[in-house]
């Protein structure tokens, strides 16, 4: 099973663990609103199935809810193309309009079931 990003932030903010507050849109007006309510600055994230949407322009910071609309715009109904995607991409529906966080250092999270196991494994 495969989840998006914002499912997946959803689920450890359920179980304790901090993230970014953020919520998902899927027209620039929202992404605008989404922005204005959080306030400062936010990061608009393309809701794909693939890694590497920031090297292929589907992840943008924005300074306030303008930027955000703005960002949105450019990354809704794109065809997302990154080395984890077929060859013609995949069209991107949704973004996430989320606090911009600053960065120390990027680590990615896997989670899949063992079923040998019974268990989760992180």
């Known amino acids: 099973?495969?989840?998006?990003?914002?499912?997946?932030k959803a689920i450890l903010r359920e179980y304790g663990v901090?993230?970014?507050l953020g919520e998902v849109a899927d027209t620039p007006d929202e992404a605008r609103a989404i922005a204005a309510r959080l306030g400062g600055k936010v990061v608009v994230k393309a809701q794909v199935h693939a890694g590497g949407r920031g090297k292929a322009g589907g992840?943008?910071?924005?300074?306030?809810a303008a930027g955000a609309?703005?960002?949105?715009?450019q990354i809704l109904?794109?065809?997302l193309k990154t080395p984890q995607t077929p060859p013609e991409g995949i069209k991107v529906l949704k973004v996430l309009v989320e606090e911009a966080s600053p960065i120390?250092?990027?680590?990615?999270?896997s989670?899949?079931?063992d079923r040998g196991r019974g268990a989760?494994?992180?």
């Open 59 to 64: 992840v943008k910071l924005a300074d306030d």
């Open 1 to 8: 099973m495969k989840i998006h990003e914002y499912q997946g």
């Open 120 to 122: 989760h494994v992180v």
């Open 77 to 79: 109904g794109m065809m």
């Open 18 to 20: 901090a993230v970014p």
């Open 104 to 109: 120390a250092a990027e680590l990615y999270l």
């Open 111 to 113: 989670m899949t079931l």
């Open 69 to 73: 609309e703005a960002a949105a715009r």
